[in-house]
């Protein structure tokens, strides 16, 4: 299914279009072939944790030299695995916004030049808005629109309810830290590595999700805090300074289960409030195998979509997944676009 059924600009009747998704915003180098925003050929992704590791969070400098060394390697691997030459792939889509300057220069730069050389067309898309057009990835079936979605990753957790791909609006966002943010920074205080989410989530395993309450604050309406859980276990762990293992494992349950159980809360709630047919979840943090348990729970399973896995953190299928349907409905970019480091998610 497209995930979007308006105006198709260079539409070939018949024939399904091949877009090149590139990925960069951040610490991920990523290229991808994906068909008609939905069947993934190929989705290379060259992770840069190793090389952020030791400083404990992403540097900006060495994201970008990292980019521009990988980038090309990794577009080879994507087109041999993909099996396709040049003249299959029809559209270059690239993430052009938000994220690192230095990192985005690098895919944007790379995406124009391809688009000069081989004479195709290229879009410039909104790395989020990706995160959102993961849910129609792979998938026997897509969801259906009017969709409730929530987006928790590194930068954002925000709560859209979309009734077709550019008709959308945002029901509740985080007033300061990012689900993802939370979980990063509580993980280091916890002692463990980076990124935190995966490392708290490993951490966690065998502990006790009930042994400490930690309090999430209740934003407005649909909104997000997560600044007061993150106090909470700063001053949990200020009084309690010796951890013994299986007390770390249950502070490390304790305090995931707190954001996890919010998120689910959060959705749910939404979804009670605007009329919707699926329930999508994608980012980073949709990774986490406590909320997608939760998630199962609490929602109908026909109407649940939560993100295979592979698609949940950056990569570049989701950004040709985007690419196809800003394509459709705006057509390509101009040669003379530039990155943006700053913003939400736009269309
Ligand atoms: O979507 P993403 O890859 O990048 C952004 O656009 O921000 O999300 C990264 C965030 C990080 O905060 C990371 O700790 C979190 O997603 N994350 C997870 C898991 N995998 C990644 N959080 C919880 N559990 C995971 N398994
Ligand atoms: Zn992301």
């Known amino acids: 299914m497209r995930p979007c059924g308006q105006t198709f600009i260079g539409d070939t009747e018949g024939f399904p279009m091949n877009i090149l998704g590139i990925e960069t915003s951040c610490d ?3 290229v991808a072939i994906v068909q008609d925003g939905t069947t993934v050929l190929s989705n290379v992704v060259y992770s840069q944790i190793k090389e952020h590791e ?15 060394t990988k980038l090309l390697p990794v577009f080879h691997k994507a087109m041999l695995d993909a099996k396709l030459d040049p003249k299959d792939i029809d559209v270059i889509a690239v993430a052009q916004r938000p994220g690192l300057m230095g990192a985005l220069i690098t895919g944007v730069t790379f995406a124009k030049s391809l688009s000069y050389a081989w004479n195709k067309p290229f879009v410039g898309v909104n790395h989020i808005y990706g995160h959102l057009m993961a849910s129609f990835l792979d998938d026997a079936q897509s969801p259906s629109f009017p969709i409730m979605a929530l987006i928790a990753s ?21 007033i300061d830290d990012a689900a993802g ?3 990063d920074k509580g993980a280091k205080m916890l002692g463990l590595g980076f990124p935190g989410g995966p490392a708290l989530e490993k951490a ?3 502990g006790d999700p009930l042994r400490v309450s930690f309090p999430v604050a209740i934003a407005d309406r649909l909104d997000f805090s997560f600044s007061g859980v993150k106090n909470a276990l700063r001053t949990y762990l200020e009084k309690n300074k010796e951890l013994d293992e299986q007390h770390h494992k249950d502070v490390c349950a304790s305090y995931q289960e707190a954001i996890m159980q919010t998120l689910t809360d959060k959705l749910h709630m939404a979804v009670q409030q605007c009329a919707s047919k699926s329930i999508v979840i994608c980012g980073g943090v949709a990774a986490n195998e406590v909320l997608r348990e939760k998630l199962h729970q609490r929602f109908e399973k026909d109407n649940l979509f ?3 896995k592979a698609y949940c953190t950056d990569n570049a299928a989701m ?8 394509y459709q409905t705006q ?8 990155p943006q480091s700053h913003g939400g998610l736009t269309f």
């Open 331 to 338: 057509g390509p970019s101009d040669l003379d676009m530039i």
């Open 54 to 68: 030791d400083f404990g969070g992403v540097v900006p400098e060495i994201a970008s030299r990292s980019h521009v």
């Open 319 to 326: 950004i040709a997944a985007a690419g196809y349907t800003v």
């Open 204 to 206: 966690a395993l065998g």
């Open 28 to 30: 991920e180098t990523s």
């Open 154 to 174: 590194g930068g954002h957790t925000t709560l859209i309810h979309m009734n077709d791909p550019s008709d959308y609006h945002i029901q509740g966002k985080t």
């Open 181 to 183: 943010e939370a979980l």
């Open 306 to 308: 939560v993100t295979p």
